[in-house]
């Protein structure tokens, strides 16, 4: 792999990628001439486990010494991603095993439908290689000391069906009559979801993966059954409907069962190739699609400077002020040449549709894995961040691809409402009696940013980013109004998460959600991310619980207070200092951000819930009055106007 991987980020060649995947199809494939005999795939095995243990660590700022480059990380991924999704080239890997059921399948691993498996041991096992990566629980010492599990890690699996987590309206799989959209032909872009009740059962008798096809083309013609003017239909929102509208389905059958044959497990499995594939998006590239999203942005940017600059060249006859213009236009159009460059070789190297497909799918079978595994509290707990953490990367990256692989409209709806709908553990008791036995379905971001088995704060508050992000747009939030447990959790959660860290994205939250309410009206084109069903439902929240209201109340009250008096101080510091320093004003226009933001949420409280000032305890209209006068003052004397203006 250090000799083949490519060096140098130009020209790009297809071939090289090509060559990664034979010679690995070769390791995969050498039995080495050794006593006791080893079995297939052992060698390729031992050659990811080194990898990994070389770059513990690579995903900390200072990465330590000895870490592989980032293209050796990314190309690695790429071989396994396009063996997971594409098949492999050749027979000679029809000895590879894999946990779930896709007996004599041609599919690659990842569009196989059915019944889904995974080995516990990859997260439960005390490996030297994986000891000491995160997990959602804390670390994995932490977690052997204190919550042992009381299963054999060598000798049990998860089994469930796919789309067991879906509703029948939702559900989309790949056995299904409706397709996920990695599985529709390349001549057509698009697709959908699927469903059916998971289980953990015994290990039984695992298939082979026979090869397939190489072009992703043949791959998908056999797993599509229609076209995509089939499976596009524009459905009304869900959101005005009531309770008994919606129907639920209970997740069934959860156990764990030890394996029939414990040898199989010595063999490589394709879930085991799934599970380094994580680490390596993890380690390399989420930081390449990060720095792909930054160039994107530069180059818009950069073309705006450029016309901008052109437009004033133009309304410009002559003179000194023209030079320097055309000087600017110089260095703005270099900047652009290079960002369109770098935006290029990012869309062909990490946007290719096969590449897209694949991941596509793979988130599919992540969080349905997660959903599976969440309804074991123990054995959730010992998962590794880096799956959360690249399912969530991994959902955005496609949301925003260039180019898109599936219209925003439809990127949940066809295929991966598992991202969105949750089947959360003691849940039901906090539901209305209406629902009777069922287990609810309530998004998975929207129950897990506070899910208090995941002990990472860092990872709660990614979980709370994706939210602010998704309510941004009708498309996505029009999934949040369509789920009746996300309607029940959602208000109470995010007025819990008001917190000390967590303040700031959930006031973001709370002013998508509450957006054309009151004197804070939509502009032009804002209102398509607005929702009267969560503002309702917001107030019914806050008149229901009054001492949560109560609590939360006292909190905008106070962080309000201490916005608008640090705004008022470093407008102060910068008077006293007669000068306008960059930095300063980059903290103020933040802090009067966010003082805004604040009290818009707290006009929607005064706007929705006018009794809990009115009628309610005489400290919440006192502290409003308060807030008000020294905001008057504040904005309004003398000095400050004039200052605030310039």
Known sequence: MEEVRCRQPYPYSKGIE??????????????????????????????????????????????????????????????????????????????????????????????????????????????????????????YTHLANFHPVNIEPEAEVVRWEEGCVDDEETRITHAGIRKPCCCLSLDVNFTRISKSPFRCTTRASQSHCNSIPERSAQVAAECSTGNINDEIADKPSTSGQSDSEFGYRSVQHVRVVALESTSSSSTLVEEELLDAMLLLYHLGLAPNFKQASAYMSRQSHSISQLEETDKQIRERGSGEQLRRLKEARSLYREEVIDCVRHCAWYRISLFARWKQRGMYASCIWIVQLLLVLSKIDLVFSYVPEFYVETLVDCFHVLRKSDPPFVPSGMFIKQGLASFVIFTPPNLVDTLPHVLDDAIPQVTFVVTHFSDP???????????????????????????????????????????????????????????RLCKGCGFGLSKHGESSSTSSVFQKLLREACIKDEELFSAFLNRLFNTLSWAMTEFSVSIREMQEKCQMIEFQQRKCSVIFDLSANLARVLEFCTYEIPEAFLSGVDTNLRRLVELIVFVLNHLTSVADPEFFDL
């Open 18 to 139: 090509e060559k990664h995947r034979d010679l690995c199809s070769q390791v995969m494939q050498f039995i080495p001439p050794v006593t006791p005999p080893q079995l297939p795939g052992s060698v390729f095995r031992t050659f990811l486990q080194n990898i990994i243990l070389r770059n513990r660590g690579a995903d900390r700022n200072i990465p330590p010494p000895g870490v592989s480059s980032n293209s050796v990380l990314v190309s690695l991924f790429t071989v396994i991603l396009h063996f997971l999704s594409e098949g492999f080239a050749t027979r000679d890997c029809g000895w590879m095993m894999g946990s779930g059921t896709g007996k004599g399948s041609n599919l690659g691993f990842l569009h196989r439908g059915g019944q889904q498996s995974f080995p516990l041991s990859l997260i439960l096992k005390n490996d030297p290689h994986r000891v000491e990566i995160s997990r959602l629980g804390g670390s």
């Open 453 to 511: 088995r995941i002990a990472s704060a860092e990872l709660r508050d990614l979980l709370l980013q994706s939210i602010s992000v998704l309510v941004q747009y009708k498309e996505y939030l029009t999934a949040f109004e369509s789920n009746q447990a996300a309607i029940h959790s959602l208000p109470t959660a995010l007025l819990s998460a008001f917190d000390n860290r967590s303040w700031i994205p959930v006031t973001n939250i709370l002013i």
